[in-house]
């Protein structure tokens, strides 16, 4: 059993997850529209990635007996200039789910 704090982490670590894929598809649908077929290929790819990990914490905390409380999930941006900027706020959106991960590895240590 994890605690409420930790269960409540993760739940919005589920809508992270699911705000990502969200902003993966709207950057493979962009690359598609811009004619990068390669890139959009690539960021469905990702766009997968990101709620097969949202399913993984939702499964972990069903294992815990903890409840799974979906959130509404924001709108992303849907447009970029070009695959410049599409991967540079890939990689930036990126480094921020790294370092929520590792604010839930912490808690769940300290706790």
Request: glycine share 4%; hydrophobic share 45%; charged share 25%.
């Given at each position: 059993?994890?605690?409420?704090?930790?269960?409540?982490?993760?739940?919005?670590?589920?809508?992270?997850?699911?705000?990502?894929?969200?902003?993966?598809?709207?950057?493979?649908?962009?690359?598609?529209?811009?004619?990068?077929?390669?890139?959009?290929?690539?960021?469905?790819?990702?766009?997968?990635?990101?709620?097969?990990?949202?399913?993984?914490?939702?499964?972990?905390?069903?294992?815990?007996?903890?409840?799974?409380?979906?959130?509404?999930?924001?709108?992303?941006?849907?447009?970029?200039?070009?695959?410049?900027?599409?991967?540079r706020a890939a990689l930036d959106h990126e480094k921020k789910v790294t370092a929520?991960?590792?604010?839930?590895a912490d808690l769940a240590v300290s706790e």
């Amino acid at each position: 059993m994890i605690s409420k704090k930790t269960a409540k982490a993760i739940n919005t670590q589920i809508n992270r997850e699911y705000y990502s894929a969200f902003l993966y598809l709207a950057m493979a649908n962009d690359a598609m529209a811009k004619g990068f077929k390669g890139a959009a290929n690539w960021f469905g790819i990702q766009y997968k990635e990101e709620q097969e990990h949202a399913l993984k914490f939702a499964h972990y905390l069903q294992e815990q007996g903890a409840k799974v409380e979906l959130a509404a999930i924001a709108a992303p941006k849907t447009e970029w200039k070009d695959l410049l900027e599409m991967f540079r706020a890939a990689l930036d959106h990126e480094k921020k789910v790294t370092a929520w991960i590792g604010e839930i590895a912490d808690l769940a240590v300290s706790e």
